[in-house]
């Protein structure tokens, strides 16, 4: 057990030193920099080269990366080029409406998937099982805004029962008024609880009709020993990196829910930054989503390890 | 062992006119058989495969397969399972009834560690917590495995042995009186296998009622009291093992087995089923294999010569893996020309390993192999045409060797026509007639791997590897997958097929008569060293027996009734 | 009770019969990708058209907010949906099953070398790569393309790496390799017709994971120009005016959602006959 630990987390520190390299080096290859975009056409060459010293965008890359290093690991992360206010105080304003799309989101996934998964691997082709599995066929693929869309024209456009947008509403407005969330929650949730359930629902299938459970109902071991104490087990191994999985695409689903619902949170914050090649809040945005990605997977594995660790798994 | 719930002159299982029918076909797959299992003594049912062995130790317990209906009575402690309602049988074989399957291993719960899984099964026949700890350590105890070192572990960090002994600790930590085993011995090789017969007599010497369903004449006639020979789902014999299966019949060395083994010497009076004699007969005749071998072996004084000139010469061979050592060598060993030796050893002791780095599929961290005194490149790939010829390796899985979409004719031609040379329709031809000699004929070879059986496509590894013409021909547990007359054949037809003055033999075996008949020379590996060689008639009981010790006192058990 | 042995059989009839709903809703994105181009006029422009109109006899499905004929961007918005998911599955296999088949060669310390390589880039989520590389100013298409197919190389190497080291595989490269057969016959004959049945299998699925970066990618305005007619900007360029043109979202939107689900459903049902089959 240790010693996967101790590598499974080396692997993960590698990680983190590789996006950190990588997200510095993105801004030292732009082939024009910050100092361009913001003179735009009209600046005369030596009003750009001013802008860059002023900005320290004329000291050797090495440089810049040992500032930018120190600057992090004193929580600064630097400012914003294009309104000139620090990134962390941005991040801070818009953290609150990611996390009141994303918490009941990941709620709603972690209490469901394995209840229904369960239920339904218990009761193979029964109506619960069918439909489940139809959902997840067909939500599977579809991106978050072709959903998120449909649901608006479906749901408020044509029934009139939700509103449609929450353009401009901070986290403050978003509490007074729930039931702007009621879509973007739903589209959030929807592909990851019926790709976890999926998961889940394999699994207990699986070891339902396994020669473990077999043999322990033969030994006169009462069924709801069985799925409870040895195939939920067993299911669940394969199921917490799935769940892994689901994070790591919910950051994504965050990013185009957000640009489809209007809301100010982390996703549409990253999309601007990107628009305005505001280099200090890329970065930003990109340690933070990779970070917590990283994070979510080091958990996952070693908890697949602890819950089953016959199965080594790479990450 | 013996749960104090039903008075003890109940038998633990007592079948009456018992029938089964699978779904959508005539032929029933049991048909009214009649079975008792008194307590404090072991019953076997044998019989072919396919007899309805399993289906019968399934009813025992009022399971079934999907789609097998049972009909009749299975009473087990007093209570007819087929009376009650499928939901609520295995309350009524809680702590009454145990089984150990085929495959042991398979059973253990890979996520849960084994005290857990234990201390829940002790709960179906301990109410009080001090009483499932207690059971917990009997169990553990009565299987041979050391309780306190093997709680905290998961199935996975166990050997093959220890799990299958934790398998049978599961079986008997319910407190059940009734142990069904359906082919114990399957897939164990004879160290294991012999451990496990001890521990069977011992539990029904303890008062514990076994059904054992095997096809391990050996085993059965060690340890069962009574017989019941099954075929086509009828029994159609039944009686005492000594009355029944006679005492060991032909063995040709009976010093070979373990002493016990000789418990009777009675032969099987002519006027038993026919079923009864055609499956002594087909193992005295796997047991006689060795007069087949023709007096040509080339032992005289030209093997064990480590330094010997000619032929393919392994020395200080040593594999060296990350986690674990399966072959931590060094080993040395020389296989002139006409050369005939057979591996043998427990599972795991790296035999397999020495094959493959002979054949140069495993790359060794030490150690070379030589041609006629040329060394051999480490890996195959390396090797030209000639010195890939030189060892020819036919893997333990060799059903699964063959390109799944291309005829069997071209793939066995190819061996002559790249490594020798040979035209393809010459190649081909003599491919046809060493599979004929081996009872593959020609219209099979026109098929594609698919449409062939295991026990079909490793006779036709054989032959591809054969039409090299190999110097080493090495042989890794190639009869496993057939079946007995197909078996017989090989071992009468292999010998045949070598190339005299040419190809040595190599053969890894966990068949005794298998080595007897094919090997003149054998080399006892354990633990990644080989730790004894001599020729196969020469060697102890130890080696077929796989007794660690065959202790002073190793006397007959008192003699049991029948 | 009754031991199971084999699961229900629900699935298994289910994927036996031509799933006619998959094939339609695969077929109608594709051939609108295929043989659009080919339709109508040169251009979507007409003389007078109004921004934002919803469908009338001038235009079928009414135009977008920049005056546009929607049913002209529809048909033409199609081929770079299409020529991008397959562009990028390409990409991915070129990179994936070279770097697969080195990982499963005789040499474990390259297979070691190679597969931790690959799990350091399997960590993170594609989007958000293709967002950042946006900000590197590389903002076209082939690009945009190049990246989505790269990022898709560690799992294609991982199936490929797992096909070669199945046990019956190695097991026959073994023998042929005793037999005489030289490393182009293992490698361009042997191995290729087996990979092809798992590589299939897994291209099927990654046709969506391909399809949803891309879409999602050309939605955010990272690849594509904003006047382009590809499904996913179309979405985009007109979702303000859902109210009042909402033909001009839910005809791509609905175009790329039966690319999507028929895609699945085709996979789905294959998968469903292999494991019925075997």
Redesign the interface.
């Given at each position: 057990m240790r010693g996967y630990v101790l590598r499974r987390s080396l692997l993960a520190v590698l990680q983190c030193l590789m996006v950190l390299v990588a997200v510095f080096a993105l801004g030292s290859l732009l082939p024009g920099d910050t100092a361009d975009v913001l003179r735009g056409e009209h600046g005369t060459p030596a009003q750009v080269a001013a802008l860059r010293t002023q900005l320290g965008l004329d000291e050797p890359a090495w440089a810049r990366f040992w500032h930018w290093l120190g600057g992090l690991c004193a929580g600064d992360l630097g400012n914003s080029l294009m309104t000139g206010t620090p990134v962390a105080e941005d991040l801070g304003r818009r953290i609150g409406v990611t996390a009141l799309l994303g918490v009941p989101a990941l709620v709603l996934v972690t209490a469901l998937a394995p209840l229904l998964g369960t239920v339904s691997g218990l009761r193979e082709g029964s109506r619960l099982d069918r439909a489940l599995n139809s959902a997840a066929v067909l939500l599977h693929a579809v991106p978050e805004f072709v959903l998120g869309l449909l649901l608006v024209a479906a749901v408020s456009l044509a029934a009139g029962l939700l509103p449609a947008t929450a353009v401009g509403m901070d986290t403050a407005a978003l509490l007074a008024q729930p039931a702007v969330l009621v879509l973007p929650v739903s589209v959030l949730t929807a592909r990851h609880l019926c790709d976890l359930t999926r998961q889940v629902r394999v699994g207990v299938a699986a070891g339902r009709h396994g020669t473990v459970a077999t043999h322990l109902r033969l030994l006169g071991m009462r069924e709801r020993t069985v799925v409870l104490r040895h195939v939920l087990p067993g299911a669940l191994g394969p199921a917490v990196q799935q769940y892994a999985r689901c994070v790591e695409g919910m950051l994504g689903g965050a990013v185009l829910v957000e640009a489809v619902f209007g809301l100010r949170g982390l996703g549409s914050g990253f999309v601007e930054a990107v628009q305005n090649r505001d280099l200090p809040q890329v970065q930003a945005y990109a340690l933070l989503f990779a970070g917590v990605t990283v994070a979510v997977n080091l958990a996952a594995d070693l908890a697949a390890y602890r819950l089953a660790p016959r199965r080594e798994v790479t990450a | 062992m013996t749960a104090a719930r039903t008075p003890l002159d109940t038998p633990p299982l007592a079948i009456q006119d018992l029938s089964a029918h699978a779904e959508g076909t005539e032929r029933p797959l049991l048909e009214g058989i009649e079975l008792a299992v008194p307590a404090g003594s072991v019953t076997a049912v044998i019989g072919p495969s396919g007899s309805g062995k399993t289906t019968l130790g399934l009813a025992a317990l009022g399971a079934s397969r999907h789609g097998v209906r049972l009909t009749g009575q299975a009473v087990l402690a007093g209570t007819d399972l087929l009376l009650l309602e499928p939901a609520r049988r295995p309350a009524a074989r809680a702590g009454r009834a145990a089984q150990l399957p085929q495959h042991p291993a398979t059973v253990l719960d890979p996520v849960r560690r084994v005290g857990g899984v234990l201390t829940e099964l002790a709960a179906l026949g301990h109410a009080d917590r001090a009483g499932r700890k207690e059971a917990v350590r009997r169990a553990l105890a009565a299987a041979g495995l050391d309780p306190d070192a093997i709680r905290r572990r998961f199935p996975h960090q166990l050997s093959g042995g220890q799990q299958q002994r934790l398998a049978l600790a599961c079986a008997l930590v319910t407190g059940a009186r009734l142990l069904v085993l359906d082919e114990p011995t399957s897939g164990l090789d004879p160290a294991l296998a012999h451990a496990l017969g001890r521990t069977v007599r011992t539990l029904a010497d303890g008062g514990a009622g076994v059904l054992l369903l095997s096809h391990d004449l050996p085993l059965v006639r060690d340890t069962a009291d009574r017989v019941t020979v099954l075929e086509h789902g009828r029994a159609v014999d039944a009686g005492p093992t000594a009355t029944v299966l006679g005492g060991g019949g032909a063995d040709p060395d009976p010093g070979a087995r373990a002493p016990h083994a000789r418990r009777s010497t009675v032969e099987p009076s002519a006027d038993r089923h026919p079923a009864t004699r055609e499956l002594l007969a087909a193992e005295r005749r796997t047991r006689a294999g060795q007069a087949v071998t023709p007096g040509t072996a080339g032992n005289d004084g030209t093997t064990s010569a480590p330094e010997g000139p000619r032929g393919v010469v392994a020395r200080g061979i040593v594999v060296r893996r990350r986690a674990g050592d399966p072959l931590a060598g060094p080993v040395s060993m020389a296989f002139p020309p006409g050369s005939r030796t057979a591996l043998l050893g427990p599972s795991g002791s790296g035999k397999t390993t020495f094959a493959r780095v002979l054949a140069g599929l495993t790359t060794p961290s030490q150690g070379d192999v030589r041609m006629d005194g040329g060394p051999l490149p480490r890996r195959v790939d390396r090797r030209t045409a000639a010195q890939r010829r030189a060892v020819q390796y036919v893997h333990q899985t060799s059903a699964d060797s063959f390109a799944e979409r291309r005829p069997l004719r071209e793939q066995l031609a190819d061996t002559a026509r790249l490594l020798r040379g040979l035209r393809a329709e010459e190649a081909a031809a003599e491919a046809k007639d060493l599979a004929g000699v081996l009872g593959l004929d020609e219209a099979l070879l026109l098929r594609t791997p698919d449409r062939l059986s295991g026990g079909q496509l490793q006779r036709c590894a054989l032959v591809r590897a054969l039409t090299a013409r190999p110097a080493l021909l090495v042989c890794d547990e190639v009869t496993s997958a057939l079946d007995t007359v197909s078996r017989e054949r090989l071992i009468e037809a292999l010998p045949r097929m070598l190339v005299p003055d040419r190809t040595a033999l190599l053969i890894i075996s966990h068949d005794a008569p298998v080595v007897r008949a094919l090997a003149a020379e054998a080399a006892w590996f354990d633990g990644g060293r080989c730790v004894r060689r001599g020729p196969v008639d020469e060697l102890p009981p130890i080696v077929w027996s796989g007794e660690p010790e065959p202790g002073p006192g190793g006397a007959d058990r008192p003699a049991r009734g029948g | 009770?009754?031991?199971?042995?084999?699961?229900?059989a629900?699935g298994g009839e289910r994927g036996r019969r031509p799933s006619w709903t998959a094939l339609a809703l695969f077929g109608v994105p594709v051939l609108a990708a295929v043989l659009g181009p080919w339709w109508g006029p040169s251009g979507p422009w007409t003389e007078g058209a109004l921004p934002s109109q919803p469908p009338g006899a001038e235009h079928p499905l009414g135009t977008d907010v920049l005056g546009r004929d929607m049913l002209w961007l529809v048909l033409h918005g199609g081929a770079s949906v299409l020529g991008g998911v397959l562009g990028a599955l390409l990409i991915g296999m070129a990179g994936g099953v070279p770097l697969g088949l080195l990982a499963a060669g005789?040499r474990r310390g390259l297979d070691e070398a190679v597969?931790?390589a690959l799990?350091?880039l399997?960590?993170?989520?594609?989007?958000?790569v293709l967002?950042?590389?946006?900000?590197?100013?590389h903002r076209d298409w082939y690009w945009l393309v190049t990246a989505a197919g790269s990022l898709q190389v560690p799992a294609i190497a991982r199936v490929v790496r797992g096909a070669v080291l199945a046990?019956?595989t190695r097991?026959?490269v073994?023998?042929?390799?005793?037999?005489?057969?030289?490393?182009a016959y293992i490698h361009l004959r042997?191995l290729p017709?087996?990979l092809a049945a798992p590589l299939a299998t897994d291209t099927g699925s990654r046709f969506?994971?391909v399809?949803?970066l891309l879409?999602?990618a050309n939605?955010?305005?990272?690849g594509l120009p904003a006047a382009s007619p590809d499904w996913?900007v179309l979405?985009?360029r007109n979702?303000d005016a859902?109210?009042t043109q909402?033909a001009a979202?839910?005809v791509p939107?609905?175009l790329?959602?039966a690319l999507?689900?028929g895609?699945?459903?085709l996979v789905?049902h294959v998968l469903a006959r292999q494991r019925s089959t075997r």
């Open positions: - | - | 009770m009754t031991v199971r042995w084999r699961t229900g629900a005789p597969m931790r799990d350091l399997l960590a993170l989520p594609g989007l958000l967002m950042v590389l946006a900000v590197s100013g046990p019956g097991t026959v073994e023998a042929l390799r005793m037999q005489g057969h030289g490393w042997y017709r087996e969506a994971v399809l949803y879409a999602s939605f955010l305005g990272l996913a979405i985009e979702s859902l109210f909402p979202v839910l939107a609905g790329l959602t999507c689900v895609g699945n459903l789905d």
